[in-house]
């Protein structure tokens, strides 16, 4: 009797084995139809807003607008810092060196002759040059990458009123940040940059720019 009873427990210990063992397969077996569970981001990436001004590209205070902050600008101009070294041929001969200008207020104006706001705003820039020069002004025009053909008769057919230097390689513009074209900065007698706009701009903003480094004058449009 007793080995039969012995036979018996032995036939339910081992379907109990085989049923826990086929439990077991089907926990952790994932069913072959089931979607994958999607992949959980650490919360520093997954939090991280992909319109961001770096990520989009755009650098905050280089395109002015009404609701840019004064210091977003004044980071993108160099205002308030050394204006940057400035060594260029010039149109028709010479060069021009910014650092042997030390001593008079300089507007620089980086353009080219296929940019529309340029062709606008010589004539506006050679009013000034010529009402100011009492003052020491001195207006300069840095072409960046075109020839010096294309430039001359540019700056002929306009009667420009100030030099026009030639950027070729486009290191100047690279060393003064000067994007998008045409872009203008002011600097004061000590070397300061002390103003800067973005171009397409008409006289109410080059007299905000040359009050900043004519001071005492009464600058007018």
């Known amino acids: 009797m007793s080995a039969r009873l012995a036979i018996a427990a032995g036939l339910v210990a081992g379907a109990a084995a085989a049923a826990a063992l086929l439990v077991a397969l089907v926990v952790v077996v994932p069913d072959p139809g089931a979607p994958s569970p999607r992949p959980t981001l650490p919360l520093a990436i997954a939090s991280s807003s992909p319109s961001s001004p770096v990520e989009s590209g755009s650098a905050p205070g280089v395109t002015p607008s009404a609701e840019a902050s ?5 980071a993108a101009f160099h205002v308030g810092e050394p204006a940057p070294a400035l060594d260029v041929a010039q149109v028709a001969g010479g060069r021009i060196v910014l650092a042997e200008l030390r001593g008079k207020p300089v507007w620089v104006n980086f ?14 820039m050679s009013g000034f040059a010529a009402r100011y020069a009492d003052a020491g002004l001195v207006i300069v025009a840095v072409d960046v990458r075109e020839d010096e053909g294309t430039v001359a008769a540019f700056a002929e057919s306009l009667e420009a009123a100030f030099p026009i230097g030639l950027d070729t390689d486009g290191m100047a513009q690279a060393a003064w940040g000067a994007r998008p074209l045409p872009v203008h900065f002011w600097i004061d007698a000590d070397g300061i940059v002390r103003d800067g706009a973005i171009g397409g701009i008409g006289p ?9 480094i004519l001071p005492g004058v009464d600058v007018t449009p």
Do not use: N, Y
Request: proline share 14%; no cysteine.
């Open 111 to 124: 353009m080219a002759t296929w940019v529309p706001p340029s062709a606008e705003e010589f004539p506006l």
């Open 204 to 212: 109410d903003v080059m007299v905000r720019g040359l009050e900043a």
């Open 70 to 74: 004064p210091s977003a600008g004044e």
